[in-house]
């Protein structure tokens, strides 16, 4: 078993007896629904039988060989997505690889997400990055209209246009799109120009996608190695198939039932995912949109923050320790050293740090996490630790099918769809209207705001 759920730094604050029982036994339902289809937006639970099965598709075999054709010629790929569309594709790349790929990678295109911002600062760094180098687009958009993303493929297209000096062969070679398989503006747009496509299922939410094309594209781009990856989440799915009904007998439940636990029974409203592995701050984000959007709804929901260690006990600490008691941890930790650096005598001990010499870095992060969980349960911040062998593609697979997978049992537990999020689309409404979209339904929310707060648009 690749993850362990470890429960010793929560300071005591756990189930027991007949509480715990009906717990587990609420965890066990859930999983249950989840399995058989009988909970809500059952429609959308395509990603729980996928990584066993994808890799055996037609369509796999053409990312892999669409990935080595970027690779060959592509100096830079552009990612143009957002919310689920890209932030599981950075969280791999960084998470397998690190924080530093695009300075460290070696024959592999660098890659830069947008697509995901209206900034226009930020467009300009990227032409800044892109200027005089062969770039590549891979634009993902399961309903191929949402503005951010189409903004940014409308431009960066144009400076590939600009670029190849309107010679279409060439620019129709750097564009290769993600999206539905029958429908939308985007996938029109490639069968009029021959660009390569790549299916978005439609039995899958943007945040349980980035083990489909979604996420395999980008992260083949950067020399991961999907097969590891998809095998880790295979092998997750399998391991976590039987429902469970008492501790220990399967993670996803434990997880699901010990968040509810905080939530409901011990008045937590926040739950924050903590590393103490820079290279796995865009996990953090890839969780964070996980979570949130499953269960925050219909007035419920843990939200979610992540944090990393012990960069954030410089800024964050503070508050964990000592401010509101609405906060638990569930904090991630890796079982094995991989690069082996340790600290050195230095003559003099000027500095006062020989008391370390010889010890690992390794070994002094693993101790700052031991003391933080223990501070942080005498604090009445609990923490659950996740331990994973190490930071590499199948273990990184694994963690991606247990989360997704204690997610949707968790917003079943809370009464929610994990599903939907119909939410998102409020701000869209607003922001077509003031932008002045034509339409019927922009025309109701444009004569409301002008009702409510005079504005004339
Ligand atoms: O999880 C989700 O469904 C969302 O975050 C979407 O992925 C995001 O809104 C982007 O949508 P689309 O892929 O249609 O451009």
């Known amino acids: 078993m690749a993850l362990a759920l470890l429960t010793d730094y929560t300071g005591g604050q756990l189930p027991a007896g007949a509480q715990a029982a009906k717990l587990y036994a609420q965890a066990k339902q859930a999983h249950q629904d989840l399995e058989s289809g009988a909970g809500q937006g059952a429609g959308m639970r395509g990603w729980l039988k996928f990584p066993a099965e994808y890799p055996m598709t037609e369509e796999y075999g053409r990312i892999k060989a669409a990935a080595e054709e970027i690779k060959a010629k592509a100096e830079v790929l552009l990612v143009i997505g957002i919310g689920g569309s890209y932030l599981g594709a950075r969280a791999v790349i960084e998470a397998v690889t690190s924080r530093y790929y695009n300075e460290t990678r070696e024959n592999t295109p660098a890659i830069y997400f947008t697509g995901n911002t209206l900034s226009e600062s930020d467009f300009a760094d990227l032409d800044r990055l892109i200027e005089g180098r062969d770039f590549t687009i891979n634009v993902i958009s399961k309903s191929g209209k949402t503005l951010e993303c189409a903004v940014a493929f409308r431009y960066f297209k144009a400076r590939l246009a600009e670029k190849w000096a309107g010679d279409t062969a060439q620019i129709n070679k750097r564009i290769y799109v993600t999206t539905d398989e029958h429908k939308g503006a985007l996938l029109q747009e490639a069968k009029e120009n021959g660009w390569p496509t790549f299916v978005v299922p439609t039995d899958m939410g943007g945040r349980y996608s980035v083990l489909s094309a979604v996420g395999l594209l980008p992260i083949a781009c950067a020399g991961i190695d999907v097969d590891a990856l998809m095998a880790g989440a295979a092998a997750a799915q399998a391991a976590y198939k039987e429902p469970g009904g008492a501790f220990g007998e399967n993670a996803c439940d434990d997880y699901a039932a010990l968040r509810y636990y905080y939530y409901k029974h011990r008045r937590k409203a926040v739950e924050l995912f903590a590393g103490y592995e820079p290279s796995m701050v865009q996990f953090g984000e890839w969780y964070k949109q996980l979570f949130g959007e499953s269960e925050g709804k219909r007035g419920q929901g843990l939200f979610p923050g992540a944090v990393t260690f012990t960069t954030d006990l410089h800024s964050l600490g503070q508050y964990i320790q000592q401010g509101r008691r609405i906060l638990f941890e569930t904090v991630l930790r890796f079982e094995q050293a991989a690069n082996g650096i340790s600290l050195e005598e230095e003559p ?4 006062g740090l020989n008391y370390l010499a010889g010890k690992s870095l390794f070994e002094v992060n693993r101790t700052a996490f031991q003391a933080t969980a223990l501070a942080h349960a005498k604090g009445r911040c609990p923490s659950l630790v996740l331990a994973l062998p190490k930071r590499d593609a199948y273990n990184i697979g694994w963690l991606i099918y247990f989360f997704e997978k204690a997610c949707a049992i968790s917003g079943y537990m809370i009464g929610v769809n994990p599903f939907d ?22 025309n109701r929310v444009r004569a409301h705001l002008k009702r409510v707060y005079g504005l004339e648009v």
């Open 348 to 351: 003099g001990d000027g500095d």
């Open 421 to 442: 999020q119909d939410g998102v689309e409020k701000y869209k409404n607003y922001m077509f209207a003031l932008l002045g979209k034509k339409g019927k339904e922009h």
